[in-house]
């Protein structure tokens, strides 16, 4: 029960939750950070997910204290269950102001609605606890058009949505980066929308100090050398409309 316990300071924890996701879907990880005696829940996931997270949850914080919750973009592995969270949690849910008409064909109720609050392109900051200030950073087109990171300075966790995500490893912390290339390749490859976008979101990330990076799928960066790394990568790997060419738009025969 609970979630794995990967930060924590004497008013700061950071839970990882990585394991409930059903096997016939993509893994989804899901973050609750706890500061003070407030709580933000990070892309919390779909209706399979929902009840076994909340009862995880509850085993290591009151439902009632979460503030916020954070979607980093409109995929139904980070938005379908939103209905549910508002009606266990008086949290404020917040969503690029580009996906947050689409949530009602998620099943948002009418009543929630109002819960719901966007984010600007440039993003936005959240305070939790009183004097811990999020950082709502924009990622935009990696790999949604509408798609934001958060930083938090305590823990200098940056999580990063799809942005870092592995698929096929049997592990959940990155160990050798070499090794752990091929999980990550073929997906930012595909949905990655382009070497330019990649080497924007590099230089801005190089301006805060990151300790550990925390993707919506698969393992984790953790450690500078981790994440510098991982950067070293991103800002040269060609992807998405790089790789495009004509082939790729005639009909196999």
């Known amino acids: 029960m609970g979630g794995k316990l990967i930060y924590e300071s004497v008013n700061h924890k950071v839970y990882l939750f990585e394991e409930l996701t059903p096997a016939s879907a993509v893994q989804a990880n899901q973050y609750l950070i706890i500061h003070r005696n407030e709580a933000i829940l990070l892309d919390p996931g779909g209706h399979k997910v929902q009840s076994k997270l909340y009862s995880d949850i509850c085993s290591i914080f009151r439902p009632k204290g979460i503030k ?42 009418s009543k929630m609605e109002g819960r719901v609050k966007t984010i600007g392109d440039k993003g936005l900051r959240l305070i939790l606890g009183g004097d811990c200030e999020l950082q709502i950073l924009p990622a935009h087109f990696l790999h949604s058009p509408g798609n934001f990171q958060l930083y938090d300075p305590v823990s200098k966790i940056l999580f990063s949505g799809d942005l870092g995500a592995s698929l096929g490893q049997d592990y959940f912390f990155v160990k050798d980066f070499d090794s752990h290339i091929r999980y990550i390749e073929k997906f930012h490859k595909r949905y990655m929308a382009s070497n330019r976008a990649m ?38 790997l060609e992807c998405g409309v790089d790789l495009i060419s004509e082939r790729d738009y005639i009909l196999s025969s």
């Open 68 to 109: 916020y919750i954070f979607l980093s973009h409109q995929d139904p592995d980070v938005v379908a269950g939103i209905n549910y969270w508002l009606m266990t949690t008086p949290a404020v849910a917040y969503i690029s102001e580009l996906w947050v008409r689409f949530l009602p064909h998620f099943g948002l109720d």
């Open 199 to 236: 080497r924007a979101w590099v230089q801005a990330i190089r301006h805060l100090e990151v300790d550990a990076i925390a993707p919506q799928h698969g393992a984790l960066f953790m450690g500078k050398d981790l994440v510098d790394r991982f950067l070293q990568w991103a800002e040269n």
